[in-house]
């Protein structure tokens, strides 16, 4: 009797039907024998339609106040499913984050998973349930509540996969798993069989939204294999952390487009010595993580400096830099939100040479041009114009080979 943590993503339980569809494949598996906890996104667009309301409020609602009604999206969901489970005969319950024991920190809006007591879960699973839990959320030390960043319900799901050391987590969303590049984007991108913890992490750090980045990050730790595959069709889906690098040398993964960038750039920034630490030291103690960091050349000692940040993150990070640029006697902050980015990933780049020039030569072919390069052992990223990203990703991905047959 194998343990087993599900997740179904938002488009699976969009309506009434959907989730009896859902409650019909759980109570199939239950009875072939697997203990199964099951973790759910809020209905549709839920998410999405309570934060226009809570804008419609104020421009600016209380992160507290937004997070405790974020997590009613999730609550609704679980108790839907589990009322449907049961309606079919088939024993279940639903618990939120709290009542599953997700314990996180007090980071509003990303909050991170410090702890997961499952005792409740496993207690519930011993009376032969169906454990249902509210994703995307957890509870701090205060019993305040807190959600874990958009699309956080894959990280819940691999979070209790690791604390209940079950055998896998399944993630059921409206692809059959991952492909080279967003099949929504590249209708002939391919389905990969298995894709290492590494490369899956840069395909969804850099824009691939299948995977919620920290549940790979915490995927890897914790050596939790994850399956993606379809909640509508039964055809097999993709293993994360089943590839082996061997397997992968020589050979691009995926193509990722991320169009969620914004761009600051502090102009005539003294070149001194602590000056860049004094710039992102507070954005770090702000939670603002920073990507893509570039110092031009000094001309008589000026500098300017670049570098992203998520478009949410944009409004704050710009409260933290400018009275810090005012500071170091820096004129000028310059913000803007028409880049996005376009990557290249594949642990076979960091054996074979010329991935770059490829990435560069395709991307001049197409007629785009590259703001800014940045690049880690497996990964090549261009900034480019927000509007030519789905021309990059197909670009890429024919110049790399990456297409179906
Ligand atoms: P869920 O609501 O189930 O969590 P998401 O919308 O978060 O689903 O993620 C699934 C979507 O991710 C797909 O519909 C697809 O458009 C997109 N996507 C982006 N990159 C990829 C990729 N490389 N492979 C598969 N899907 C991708
Ligand atoms: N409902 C949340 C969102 O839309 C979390 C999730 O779906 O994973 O971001
Ligand atoms: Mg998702």
Known sequence: MALIVQKYGGTSVANAERIQSVAGRIARQAE?????????SAMGDTTDELLALANQMTDEPEERELDLLLSTGEIVSSTLLAMALKHIGHPAIALSG???????????GRARILKVDPHRVEAALKRGNVVIVAGFQGTTEELDVTTLGRGGSDTTAVALTAALKAERCEIYTDVDGIYTADPRIEPRA???????YEEMLELASYGAKVMHPRAVELGALFQVPILVASSFVETPGTLIGGASMMEQRNKVTGIAGDTDVARITIRGVPDQPGIAARLFQPLAEGGISVDTIVQNASVERLTDLTFT???SDLGRAMEIVKPVAAEIGAPEVLADTHLAKVSVVGSGMQSGPGYA???FQTLYEAGI?????????IRITCLIE?????????ALHKAFELEEG
């Open 32 to 40: 072939a024998g697997d203990r199964l906890v099951v973790v759910v």
């Open 309 to 311: 940040v998520t478009r």
């Open 369 to 377: 041009n590259i703001e800014l390069i940045t690049t880690s052992e």
């Open 357 to 359: 020039g490829r990435m």
């Open 386 to 394: 927000e509007a030519q990203v789905p021309k990059a990703v197909r």
């Open 190 to 196: 391919s389905k990969l069989e298995s894709v290492s």
């Open 98 to 108: 709290a009542q599953a024991g997700i314990g996180t920190d007090k980071r509003y």
